[in-house]
């Protein structure tokens, strides 16, 4: 008997590694409810993968229009089994010219319309089959880099929230992924001026995810190699940590920036 394709909803799908993953996920005959601002990559998708894609588009800094694709998704499906939260924003700290509304729109994105998500999707992921519920965070939580102070800040909130919330979901059956990509090759990173050692493409990070994400681990990290460099040197006391920090500061950190 053919099984049941799981009912996944997928945030940020409209470009980079949101977009390859919902590729990858619908090749693999997945149903996908598929969320962004930009409307039109998400037709495409639909139009490409008939019967397969739900769409429920929108801002998710928008609590109430959160709660609308809740419904919406309940509406169409009932449940869903699999949640993977992607969306999200980056933009730099400059320390002499210190803006806190960077953090504001950095944190309202990546932490406060995740924990919206969340909010809409445990409903229905307690009526799913095998529920799982997966956060893209960064591998940027395990050093402190230089202007990261906003997007850090954002993916080491997240990264407490999902592993304090699988602590809380144990008991329920819901298992919880935290996926901490290195460097991928996106138009969030396009805009970068700095080196990105051991970048990767988009296709090959989702290819590296999917591949995983069945074994439900507590943590894809990923690509091995940085991940091999990167995590001794988190383990580093804070001293060892700054004087690396220190070495890739640049003289006018906002030189080149856009
Ligand atoms: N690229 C990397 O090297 C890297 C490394 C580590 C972690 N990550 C994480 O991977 C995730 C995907 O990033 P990416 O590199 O693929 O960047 P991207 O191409 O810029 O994709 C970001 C996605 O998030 C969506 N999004 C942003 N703000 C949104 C909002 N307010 N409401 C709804 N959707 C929103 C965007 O869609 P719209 O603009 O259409 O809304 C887009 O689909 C992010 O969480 C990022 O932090 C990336």
Redesign the pocket.
């Known amino acids: 008997m053919a099984e049941t394709p799981r009912r996944i909803w997928l ?9 390859a993953l919902a590729e990858a996920l619908l090749q693999q005959g997945a149903h996908l409810a598929l ?4 409307e039109g ?1 998400l037709h495409l998708l639909e139009r490409r993968f008939p019967g397969q894609v739900l769409l429920v588009p ?4 928008d609590h109430d229009r959160v709660k609308a694709i809740g419904v919406e998704i309940e509406q169409a499906w009932g449940a869903l089994d699999s949640v993977i939260l ?5 933009e730099y700290v400059n320390a002499k010219e210190f803006d806190a509304l960077i953090f504001e729109r950095v944190i309202r ?2 932490l406060f ?1 995740s924990s919206y998500c969340i909010e809409a999707a445990l409903p229905l992921l307690r009526k799913g089959i095998r529920p799982h519920l997966t956060d ?5 939580t395990y050093l402190p880099l230089p202007r990261s102070e906003a ?1 850090g800040a954002s ?1 080491a909130g997240l990264r407490y929230l999902f592993e304090s919330l699988r602590v809380d979901l144990a008991q329920e059956h819901i298992d919880v992924t935290v996926v ?10 396009q805009k970068n001026d700095f080196p ?1 050692p051991m ?1 990767i493409s ?1 296709e090959d990070a989702a290819r590296h995810i999917v591949e995983r994400l069945d074994k439900r681990p507590l943590e894809i990290a990923f690509p091995a190699l940085f991940m091999a460099a990167l995590w001794p040197l988190s383990r580093l006391p804070a001293k060892l940590k700054l004087i690396i920090g220190k070495r890739m500061v640049r003289q006018d950190p906002m030189e080149g920036d856009a």
């Open positions: 945030t940020g799908a409209s470009s980079g590694l949101g977009e969320s962004a601002r930009s990559p929108g801002d998710l800094t992607n969306a999200g924003t980056c994105t990546n319309a893209v965070a960064s591998a940027v997007y993916k901490s990509p290195g460097f991928v090759d996106t138009p969030l990173t990105m970048m988009a």
